[in-house]
Structures are given as structure tokens and as C-alpha cells.
């Protein structure tokens, strides 16, 4: 490979330009029919890679793409250092700590989440014909591969959904992340072992095995000791009171090529090391929402694209797409993960209107299932048509999983806000400056409606469950809640706060709106439909500006309850509900 020169930089220039505005214009508008955006950006690669634009303008296609050595050399570069920080961002949405928490159920149905998937994607392509493997002796290896990348979800496209149908926040949303997080820290593990073991064939199984011990070695000190120490370093860096942004980015990047290089060092991927290295700077408190939500927009605005860009420029898909195979790999993976989640919801003691929701919520393989069989395509480990088959029944899993998600909830039980919020749960000016102080001064509003228990009780409920997983949203909204044992319905309170107060919201902005929200500890369904609710009309910027400008309780109320329910239903609640002497009325 010879030198660079201007005509390769110049060509390089063209490349990214071209590549960049067609990928980030098309995932704009997949975006607005909530379709996730590596769909968009997988497109634009078939579109100008050899599958189209090689097949029916080859000209075009090797002037932009020139049969070159240094310059594909150069566009895979930078789609690899795409693919390197794009694991570091999903282990850092990655909360460790919440999902230990929780591993009583998010842990059971996170395993058998794994274990059903793995077991039928690996009898299933045990048997597949000679044709589709690169090399027949390695077919238990090749069975194993498949059974991994047929298994492993896509959080980050669940993750979107949730936030698109304003769950994220509620207890079954943190339930759906949690299990998530876990599945990808085994399914990912599993993964680099199978890979390891691969590429160190022909070494002796004693050295394999040391191999297999510092791995495993390796992950449990990042999830443990190595959390911890991450932290502390982020914590005396934003002690001295630096950039908010720049240094903890530079610091986050510098933790991701040490641990990829490690885990490179060890015999594994250096994929796996980002993605323990995102994991454990998910940990560092120091890091607040905004930097985060900093960090992934950089990653996402301009690495991922061209990394998902770029895999539609190395393979033709229309000359190796296969019916059988990808309809197999579509069926079998998205069937097998249902099914294990489906099995860990059905084994623990969430209520039954809690399956179908998480079921869906794990089929999605999405970017993760694809980067997966990237993997296995490069170290010659799969064919193209198998590799092609992965991709398709990632794209397909991934588009579904939305609409299949919001026809879950509406078939929940329909409840009203209103039956659970009045004109006596309003606090027009919040005179509390700290986060902690609202919730207790709504906590005592809350107590002095309720019979359930007592201020206290609900704060610290209330705190520590804010503590588990903030509850600020975008927009100055935030929705503090908690599970109460003693209640025996909803309870919502809300509380303006002009001036704003600090809640480390993912946009950074002050928070001004406040919905506190009690539920019974038995019924599930109230919670997700209240916050959902909330957080769909709360959305609307002339809501919010309304609510801003009103100038007493009685009418932030009036704008409050027009929004949350139909004209029948303020009807019905004007019927049931009379104000007592002294307090004026609704209107």
C-alpha cells in the first residue's frame, strides 16, 4: 500500500461529504416516522454502494469509490473509529448499578432472554445446509456464532421507542433497560469468548484457558473495582471545576482505547473494552445528563452514520440475498427472543399485563445484531448471504418493534387522569430551590389529601426511587414517582417553579414543571398510562408556556385539565365533582 496523496485526500473529502448529508438527510426522515436512523443510513449505503449504484451506473460508482486500496483503507478507518466509540456510547447508557438493583427480575428475564433464543437459534442452525457456512469442520463454532447474534437485543432501539412513547421514565420503561443492560453485558461476553476462541484456534487449551480467565477476570474488575475508580477520577476532575463537557469526553475516549487495547491485548475484541469502558463511565455521577447526552450526539451526528454507511459499500445485497436464509434468521431470532422474555416475565411476580410489553421490547437485534455479524463476516467466519440474512432481520425486527410496542400499551385498561388529579393539587409557586425540597413540599401536599401515610413515608419513597433513575425530562418538565403499598389509587400533585430548579435534565435546562406521581404497589397500569399521558401533553411548548404565564392555581388547572381529557370526560368529573364552600370553582 503506497503513500497518500492529494487525490486520495480529495476523494476521501468527496466520500465523507456525499456520505454524511445523504445518510443524515434520510435518517431525518425515518426519524420523523419514528424508524430508527441506522435503517436510513443502512439504505443510503445499499443505494450508493455495489448493490445499486455499482450495478446500474458502475462508472459513477468507481469514480466516487475507486477499486483503491489507501482509499478504502481510509473510509474504513473512520468507520471503525465509528464503530469503537458508538460501543463506548451504549455501554454508557448501560446503568450497572440500577440493573444490580433490580436483578431479581431484571435478571431472570434477562437470562431467559439468552438461554431460550440461544438454545433454539443453536439447534435451528446446526442443521443448515453446507452452502451457508464458510467452512463445514467449523460448524459447531458457526452454530454457536449464530445463536449469539440471533440473541443479543438492541437497547439503544428500545430505548428510543420507550422515549418515543414517553415510558422511559416509569418503572416498567427502568424494568425493559435493566434486563437490556444485562442481556448485552452476557450476550456480549458470550460473544468475545466464541470469537477468542475462533481466531486462537490451534493454541492449546491451556493457554485458551488463560485467555477465557483474564476475560472474564478483566469484566468483573470493570464492574466492580474498576466502577468505583472511574468515578473518583471523574469526581476530582469536575472538582476542579474544568469544562463540563470537553475534559470528561477527552477522559471518556482516553478509558476507551486503554480498555480496547487490553481486552485487543488479551485475545478478544477491542470492541468489548469500549463497550466496558462505556459501562463503567456510566457509573461516574460526575458526568451529568447533558454531558452524556453531549457525548451521543457527537457520536451519532457524525461516526455511527458512517459506520452503518460503510457496510452497505462492502457487501452486494442483491446478489446475496437468499429468501430462505433471511427468512429463517428474521423468523427464528425475533421468535426465540419473545419467547425468552416472555418465559422471564411469566417466571417472576410482575403482574401478567407486563409480558407482552417486555416480550417486544427484546426483539429487536437493530445495530447491535449487526455489528455482531459484521464481526463474524470480516474474520471470515459467516458467508455473505448469512451476513446479508443478519442485517435484514436486524432491519426488520428494529422497524416493527414501535408500532408493535404502542399496540401493547393501548391495549391496557384506559384510565383518566382526572380521577386522580383536582384543582386541590396545585402549588402555583414553588418556593423550594433544591430538588429535595420540592419533593418534600409536594410529599406534604400529597398528605394532606391522603389518608395512606404519611409525608414522610411518601419522601423517602419517592427519593429513593429518584435515586435509582433521575426522572427529569427534556423541557423543563420532571416527573417524580413511587410505588406506596398503603395507597388504593393514583394520587397526581404538580407544582410550578418560575424560577426553575436544578433536576439534571438531558438537555440542561432548569426545571419548571413538576407532576408528582403515587401509585398502589399492586396495580402496574396506572403508572405507565399516567406518565405517558404527561409527558405527551406536556410536549406541546404552548402548553408549557401557558402554564408559565398563568397567574394563579385556578387557572394553571383549567389549562391542565382541558389538556388531559376529552370534552365527555370533564363532563362526567363536573357531574361527580362539587367544590366545597370557599374554594372557588375549576373554571
Given at each position: 500500500?503506497?503513500?497518500?496523496?492529494?487525490?486520495?485526500?480529495?476523494?476521501?473529502?468527496?466520500?465523507?461529504?456525499?456520505?454524511?448529508?445523504?445518510?443524515?438527510?434520510?435518517?431525518?426522515?425515518?426519524?420523523?416516522?419514528?424508524?430508527?436512523?441506522?435503517?436510513?443510513?443502512?439504505?443510503?449505503?445499499?443505494?450508493?454502494?455495489?448493490?445499486?449504484?455499482?450495478?446500474?451506473?458502475?462508472?459513477?460508482?468507481?469514480?466516487?469509490?475507486?477499486?483503491?486500496?489507501?482509499?478504502?483503507?481510509?473510509?474504513?478507518?473512520?468507520?471503525?473509529?465509528?464503530?469503537?466509540?458508538?460501543?463506548?456510547?451504549?455501554?454508557?447508557?448501560?446503568?450497572?448499578?440500577?440493573?444490580?438493583?433490580?436483578?431479581?427480575?431484571?435478571?431472570?428475564?434477562?437470562?431467559?432472554?439468552?438461554?431460550?433464543?440461544?438454545?433454539?437459534?443453536?439447534?435451528?442452525?446446526?442443521?443448515?445446509?453446507?452452502?451457508?457456512?464458510?467452512?463445514?469442520?467449523?460448524?459447531?463454532?458457526?452454530?454457536?456464532?449464530?445463536?449469539?447474534?440471533?440473541?443479543?437485543?438492541?437497547?439503544?432501539?428500545?430505548?428510543?421507542?420507550?422515549?418515543?412513547?414517553?415510558?422511559?421514565?416509569?418503572?416498567?420503561?427502568?424494568?425493559?433497560?435493566?434486563?437490556?443492560?444485562?442481556?448485552?453485558?452476557?450476550?456480549?461476553?458470550?460473544?468475545?469468548?466464541?470469537?477468542?476462541?475462533?481466531?486462537?484456534?490451534?493454541?492449546?487449551?491451556?493457554?485458551?484457558?488463560?485467555?477465557?480467565?483474564?476475560?472474564?477476570?478483566?469484566?468483573?474488575?470493570?464492574?466492580?473495582?474498576?466502577?468505583?475508580?472511574?468515578?473518583?477520577?471523574?469526581?476530582?476532575?469536575?472538582?476542579?471545576?474544568?469544562?463540563?463537557?470537553?475534559?470528561?469526553?477527552?477522559?471518556?475516549?482516553?478509558?476507551?482505547?486503554?480498555?480496547?487495547?487490553?481486552?485487543?491485548?488479551?485475545?478478544?475484541?477491542?470492541?468489548?473494552?469500549?463497550?466496558?469502558?462505556?459501562?463503567?463511565?456510566?457509573?461516574?455521577?460526575?458526568?451529568?445528563?447533558?454531558?452524556?447526552?453531549?457525548?451521543?450526539?457527537?457520536?451519532?451526528?457524525?461516526?455511527?452514520?458512517?459506520?452503518?454507511?460503510?457496510?452497505?459499500?462492502?457487501?452486494?445485497?442483491?446478489?446475496?440475498?437468499?429468501?430462505?436464509?433471511?427468512?429463517?434468521?428474521?423468523?427464528?431470532?425475533?421468535?426465540?427472543?419473545?419467547?425468552?422474555?416472555?418465559?422471564?416475565?411469566?417466571?417472576?411476580?410482575?403482574?401478567?399485563?407486563?409480558?407482552?410489553?417486555?416480550?417486544?421490547?427484546?426483539?429487536?437485534?437493530?445495530?447491535?445484531?449487526?455489528?455482531?455479524?459484521?464481526?463474524?463476516?470480516?474474520?471470515?467466519?459467516?458467508?455473505?448471504?448469512?451476513?446479508?440474512?443478519?442485517?435484514?432481520?436486524?432491519?426488520?425486527?428494529?422497524?416493527?418493534?414501535?408500532?408493535?410496542?404502542?399496540?401493547?400499551?393501548?391495549?391496557?385498561?384506559?384510565?383518566?387522569?382526572?380521577?386522580?388529579?383536582?384543582?386541590?393539587?396545585?402549588?402555583?409557586?414553588?418556593?423550594?430551590?433544591?430538588?429535595?425540597?420540592?419533593?418534600?413540599?409536594?410529599?406534604?401536599?400529597?398528605?394532606?389529601?391522603?389518608?395512606?401515610?404519611?409525608?414522610?413515608?411518601?419522601?423517602?419513597?419517592?427519593?429513593?426511587?429518584?435515586?435509582?433513575?433521575?426522572?427529569?425530562?427534556?423541557?423543563?418538565?420532571?416527573?417524580?414517582?413511587?410505588?406506596?403499598?398503603?395507597?388504593?389509587?393514583?394520587?397526581?400533585?404538580?407544582?410550578?417553579?418560575?424560577?426553575?430548579?436544578?433536576?439534571?435534565?438531558?438537555?440542561?435546562?432548569?426545571?419548571?414543571?413538576?407532576?408528582?406521581?403515587?401509585?398502589?404497589?399492586?396495580?402496574?397500569?396506572?403508572?405507565?398510562?399516567?406518565?405517558?399521558?404527561?409527558?405527551?401533553?406536556?410536549?406541546?411548548?404552548?402548553?408549557?408556556?401557558?402554564?408559565?404565564?398563568?397567574?394563579?392555581?385556578?387557572?394553571?388547572?383549567?389549562?391542565?385539565?382541558?389538556?388531559?381529557?376529552?370534552?365527555?370526560?370533564?363532563?362526567?368529573?363536573?357531574?361527580?365533582?362539587?367544590?366545597?364552600?370557599?374554594?372557588?370553582?375549576d373554571e
Amino acid at each position: 500500500m503506497g503513500p497518500i496523496n492529494e487525490q486520495h485526500l480529495f476523494i476521501f473529502l468527496v466520500q465523507i461529504f456525499l456520505l454524511l448529508i445523504l445518510a443524515k438527510g434520510t435518517a431525518d426522515f425515518f426519524t420523523r416516522w419514528k424508524q430508527p436512523a441506522f435503517t436510513a443510513e443502512m439504505l443510503v449505503g445499499l443505494l450508493v454502494g455495489p448493490s445499486i449504484l455499482g450495478r446500474f451506473f458502475p462508472d459513477i460508482y468507481r469514480i466516487v469509490f475507486p477499486d483503491d486500496i489507501v482509499q478504502k483503507t481510509m473510509l474504513e478507518t473512520i468507520a471503525w473509529i465509528g464503530l469503537f466509540f458508538f460501543l463506548l456510547n451504549t455501554g454508557l447508557e448501560v446503568d450497572f448499578s440500577s440493573a444490580w438493583r433490580q436483578r431479581g427480575d431484571a435478571l431472570t428475564i434477562a437470562l431467559t432472554d439468552i438461554m431460550v433464543p440461544m438454545s433454539i437459534s443453536f439447534a435451528v442452525c446446526l442443521f443448515l445446509p453446507d452452502q451457508y457456512l464458510v467452512d463445514p469442520s467449523q460448524r459447531m463454532i458457526f452454530a454457536l456464532f449464530m445463536a449469539t447474534a440471533m440473541t443479543i437485543s438492541a437497547m439503544p432501539i428500545t430505548a428510543r421507542a420507550l422515549h418515543d412513547l414517553r415510558i422511559a421514565k416509569t418503572d416498567l420503561g427502568f424494568l425493559i433497560i435493566c434486563a437490556l443492560s444485562v442481556n448485552d453485558i452476557i450476550g456480549w461476553l458470550i460473544f468475545t469468548i466464541i470469537l477468542g476462541i475462533f481466531t486462537q484456534a490451534g493454541i492449546n487449551s491451556l493457554k485458551l484457558a488463560g485467555i477465557l480467565t483474564l476475560t472474564l477476570g478483566f469484566t468483573v474488575f470493570c464492574l466492580t473495582a474498576g466502577r468505583h475508580v472511574v468515578d473518583f477520577v471523574f469526581s476530582k476532575v469536575k472538582a476542579r471545576q474544568t469544562s463540563p463537557t470537553v475534559v470528561p469526553l477527552t477522559l471518556l475516549w482516553l478509558l476507551g482505547l486503554f480498555c480496547g487495547a487490553v481486552t485487543q491485548k488479551l485475545g478478544i475484541h477491542a470492541l468489548f473494552g469500549f463497550f466496558l469502558a462505556g459501562i463503567m463511565a456510566g457509573e461516574a455521577k460526575a458526568i451529568s445528563e447533558r454531558t452524556r447526552q453531549v457525548i451521543s450526539h457527537i457520536v451519532y451526528a457524525i461516526f455511527v452514520p458512517l459506520f452503518f454507511v460503510n457496510i452497505g459499500l462492502k457487501v452486494d445485497f442483491l446478489k446475496n440475498f437468499d429468501g430462505f436464509i433471511v427468512l429463517l434468521v428474521t423468523v427464528v431470532s425475533m421468535v426465540g427472543k419473545f419467547l425468552g422474555a416472555w418465559l422471564g416475565v411469566h417466571w417472576t411476580r410482575l403482574p401478567p399485563t407486563n409480558r407482552l410489553p417486555i416480550a417486544i421490547a427484546h426483539v429487536p437485534g437493530g445495530s447491535m445484531e449487526i455489528i455482531v455479524g459484521l464481526i463474524a463476516y470480516e474474520h471470515h467466519l459467516i458467508t455473505e448471504p448469512v451476513f446479508v440474512a443478519i442485517v435484514f432481520g436486524a432491519l426488520v425486527s428494529s422497524v416493527i418493534v414501535g408500532p408493535w410496542l404502542s399496540y401493547a400499551l393501548t391495549k391496557r385498561r384506559r384510565i383518566s387522569l382526572l380521577e386522580y388529579f383536582s384543582h386541590r393539587s396545585i402549588i402555583a409557586d414553588l418556593k423550594a430551590t433544591s430538588k429535595e425540597a420540592v419533593i418534600a413540599r409536594l410529599c406534604d401536599l400529597v398528605a394532606s389529601q391522603e389518608e395512606a401515610g404519611e409525608a414522610e413515608t411518601f419522601y423517602k419513597s419517592v427519593l429513593e426511587r429518584e435515586h435509582i433513575m433521575g426522572t427529569a425530562l427534556e423541557e423543563g418538565i420532571a416527573v417524580p414517582h413511587a410505588r406506596i403499598a398503603l395507597l388504593r389509587r393514583p394520587v397526581i400533585v404538580f407544582g410550578r417553579s418560575p424560577a426553575g430548579i436544578e433536576w439534571n435534565s438531558p438537555d440542561g435546562k432548569p426545571t419548571q414543571f413538576i407532576f408528582l406521581i403515587l401509585t398502589p404497589t399492586h396495580e402496574d397500569e396506572f403508572q405507565v398510562q399516567i406518565l405517558s399521558s404527561i409527558a405527551r401533553a406536556m410536549s406541546d411548548s404552548q402548553i408549557r408556556k401557558n402554564i408559565l404565564e398563568a397567574g394563579d392555581a385556578v387557572t394553571i388547572w383549567g389549562i391542565l385539565r382541558a389538556v388531559f381529557v376529552s370534552s365527555e370526560i370533564v363532563r362526567k368529573q363536573d357531574q361527580e365533582i362539587r367544590p366545597s364552600p370557599g374554594v372557588p370553582r375549576d373554571e
